[in-house]
Each structure stands twice: as C-alpha cells, then as structure tokens.
C-alpha cells in the first residue's frame, strides 16, 4: 500500500519562481527520499534524508522533514523549465526493507 | 556504469500471449523490484526481492510472476496478459536495507491487444 502521499498532484508556475511539493506518509519511517522522473523515463534520486535530521540541501534543493507530522516538503528554488517533471518521495516500510513511492507531484515550470 | 537494463523497451503483444520482461542490473544490488506506472496511479509495486530465491508480493501482483535465480537478475513473467496489463513497467535496484538510493530502468511499454 501507499505510504506515501504528495501534494498538490499538478503544479504549474513560471519560470524564476520556487516550487514546493509535500509529501505526507502513516508511519513511522527510517528515511525519506525524492526522486525525479521525465515524462516516460525512468525515476532519479534527488536527495534522501533520514528521520533524525530536519532540513537537507543539494544544490536548488532544500528538503524538510517533520516526524512529529509524519510530512516531508521538496522546495526547488528559482525554478527552470527543465525542472518540468514528476517529482515523488519514496519512504521506507514498516520493517525498514521495502520501498513505497507516492503517486507524484508533476511540475510544470513554464517559460 | 551503474545500470538497470529492461527489455524490450517496447512491445505490442496479443491477449493471452505469454511474456518476459528481463531486468538486469550491474551492481551487485541484493534489491530488487518491479513496479507498474498507470496515469493519475502513480508507481504501484508488483513484486519485489530481497535476494537470490527470495521475493515478495507487492500491491498489484495479480497477473504477473517473478524469479530471482541469480542476483543480477530479476524477470517479470505474464503468463497470460490481459489488456488491463497495458501499462509502463518499471524494475528498479538497490543495496538492501533503508536508506540506500533506488537505480531505475529506462521502463518497458507494453501494450495487450
């Protein structure tokens, strides 16, 4: 099942300006990790950060996490039109083993 | 260079035609997982592996069988594809454990007539 959930589903916004996606998970995690897929192509990772740390950054990237609300948020600072794509956080399962994606967030940054 | 190969990338096939769609990864990966991509459903695990001679089922594995023989390797099998099968298919890698990034292949489409 999905533990995963992002938000908004679709985000359109223009060039320059900053994207932010949230991705809001049921239980208790190790990690949580962003990946980036092109329309059709195959998903990227972006960045992970573990449940003990709070904010992570990587290039345009900032990413947070909230335990105590089981939420993760991806911001992408002075958005390009190559950052149109789909973007998903992927958290560990109950027993640290598996990987659940979420249903994604497709970003369309618009010239 | 680190890779996950599918193939074939493309295939047009008949109901009820088996099929295999191979995975093979060159990083001694002991993970290893297929998913399903279906618009507005997002990826969908169908089986997963944890290593040689062990899998799992994910949330989808209806229709479809797995095999991990070797370490490297790890083919979807339809025994005998549906049209509700039409999808792009995704098989992925990663050192076992939380916490380790997830290689993906470049996907298959697959479409059942």
């Known amino acids: 099942s999905q533990q995963g959930e992002e938000d908004p589903q679709a985000l359109s916004i223009q060039e320059g300006e900053n994207a932010t996606m949230n991705c809001s998970y049921k239980t208790s995690i190790n990690n949580l990790q962003w990946y980036r897929q092109n329309s059709g192509r195959g998903l990227v990772h972006l960045i992970l950060?573990?449940?003990?740390?709070r904010e992570k950054h990587s290039g345009r990237l900032r990413v947070t996490l909230d335990t105590s609300k089981k939420s993760s948020s991806l911001l992408i600072t002075a958005s390009r039109a190559a950052d149109t794509a789909s973007y998903f956080c992927?958290?560990?399962?109950?027993?640290?083993?598996?990987?659940?994606f979420g249903p994604g967030t497709r970003l369309s940054v618009l010239p | 260079e680190a890779q996950v190969t599918q193939n074939p990338r493309y295939l047009i096939t008949v109901t009820g035609k088996k099929l295999t769609v191979t995975c093979s990864q060159n990083?001694?990966?002991?993970?290893m997982s297929w998913y399903r991509q279906d618009p507005g459903l997002g990826l969908r695990q169908i089986y997963y592996?944890?290593?040689?001679?062990?899998?799992d089922k994910g949330d989808v594995p209806e229709g479809y069988k797995v095999s991990r023989k070797e370490k490297r390797n790890f083919p979807l099998i339809l025994e005998s594809p549906s049209p509700n099968q039409t999808s792009l298919y995704f098989c992925?890698?990663?050192?076992?454990?939380?916490?380790?990034?997830?290689?993906f292949g470049e996907g298959s489409w697959l479409t059942v007539v």
């Open positions: 950060i573990r449940s003990n740390e």
């Open positions: 992927a958290t560990d399962d109950n027993y640290g083993q598996n990987f659940v």
């Open positions: 992925a890698s990663s050192y076992r454990g939380a916490g380790n990034t997830i290689y």
């Open positions: 592996s944890m290593n040689v001679e062990v899998t």
């Open positions: 990083m001694n990966h002991e993970y």
